[in-house]
């Protein structure tokens, strides 16, 4: 099967770089337009990318020319994955949809917009048809799909299964939250070298509602956001990749930890179905040991690694009724950024959307 070529906005950043990882050998997709500041357009991506990651940058974008970030850049591909700030996503990302290409996009500029799916494949795979209504009402031959933030994908992979079978009231999430987050130069290493920074610009605002429209129902074009209740307190660490959230919930029905457990272990979801190729075969582990998850192995795990989460130290909590406390960590450069926006258009190239 020939391979379909795609673009990466943003391709000599982190996110970008995640992209190129991503994307090197993929099945499916294969990167053809690289894009990025003007201080970088006209240089071949091994000159113009200062490589952050293991293992090295691949060869075959070696010598791939980088481009400004416009429409005329990216004319030879149909998808592109943005990897854009959102600053500049908000200006961007409609001309590329307006010209006819699919953005599979990480920024968060257009997450929360009425018509724009917010996607997590296993969670909410009937939101895609939010393309089709956002298509007619903004004239668009393209269009615009979204992953969430890293924190929230985490999260939700985690509730799902509860939330099918059981059922959630409550949630109250402390997250701890790896540098790569904030992007190469985000953190000084004087502000976080034997400290924590309890404040993540918007974070918390973004773990508290984005749930609330990936968890929706989707009918008739519309998608009636979620009524659990959400509450998140939000820290970066000292971790390199890898956030951990500690989270408590109250849920509907009385659940033991056994049975929690067994409802994380046992869940898959439509990517599972589908065996999309970076669909992880089992989205959810889980760990007994009393010390895990630890984000220095729980970045890594799962046999598309990177795309799993873990979640360990599943047990009662003693103050709300129905109370089920637990730790759960993935990596958030991966399963919470690239990973899943390329994810999201595996999804839509298995439904024949692109």
Request: aromatic residues 6%; contains cysteine; charged residues 25%.
């Amino acid at each position: 099967m020939s391979k379909i070529p795609v673009g990466i906005l943003g391709a000599t950043g982190m996110v970008g770089q995640r992209f190129i990882q991503s994307l090197s050998d993929h099945p499916w997709f294969e990167p053809k337009a690289l894009t990025a500041s003007e201080e970088s357009a006209g240089k071949m991506y091994g000159e113009a990318a200062k490589w952050h990651l293991y293992p090295s940058m691949p060869d075959d974008v070696k010598d791939i020319e980088v481009r400004t970030t416009d429409v005329e850049s990216v004319e030879n591909v149909d998808i592109v994955f943005s990897a854009l700030p959102s600053s500049i996503a908000e200006d961007v990302e409609p001309k590329m949809a307006e010209a006819g290409k699919i953005v599979a996009s990480n920024a968060s500029s257009y997450r929360m917009e009425d018509d724009v799916p917010l996607m997590i494949p296993e969670i909410n795979p009937e939101h895609l048809n939010l393309l089709r209504h956002q298509r007619n009402e903004r004239g668009w031959d393209g269009g615009i799909i979204t992953n969430p933030n890293c924190t929230t994908i985490i999260l939700l992979l985690a509730l799902k299964p509860l939330v099918d079978e059981v059922g959630i009231e409550r949630v109250f999430v402390s997250t701890m939250q790896a540098l790569s987050g904030a992007g190469y130069g985000g953190v000084k290493s004087m502000e976080i070298q034997d400290n924590l920074i309890p404040y993540i610009s918007k974070e918390e605002w973004k773990t508290e509602n984005e749930p609330l429209k990936i968890l929706g129902k989707y009918e008739d074009g519309e998608v009636t956001k979620s009524q659990i209740a959400i509450s998140a307190s939000c820290s970066r660490i000292a971790v390199l990749d890898g956030h951990t959230e500690s989270v408590f919930l109250e849920l509907e029905e009385d659940t033991s930890p056994t049975e929690v457990k067994r409802m994380m272990s046992e869940f898959k979801a439509v990517p599972q179905e589908l065996e999309l190729p970076t669909a992880p075969d089992q989205p959810i582990i889980v760990r007994e040991e009393p010390d895990r998850p630890q984000p220095r192995d729980a970045r890594h795990a799962g046999d598309v690694p990177g795309m799993s989460v873990v979640v360990g130290r599943v047990r009662e909590d003693p103050v709300f009724e129905n109370g089920i406390r637990f730790f759960v960590s993935g990596n958030n450069a991966i399963r919470g950024a690239a990973g899943a926006s390329v994810l999201n258009a595996e999804l839509m190239k298995a439904k024949d959307m692109l």
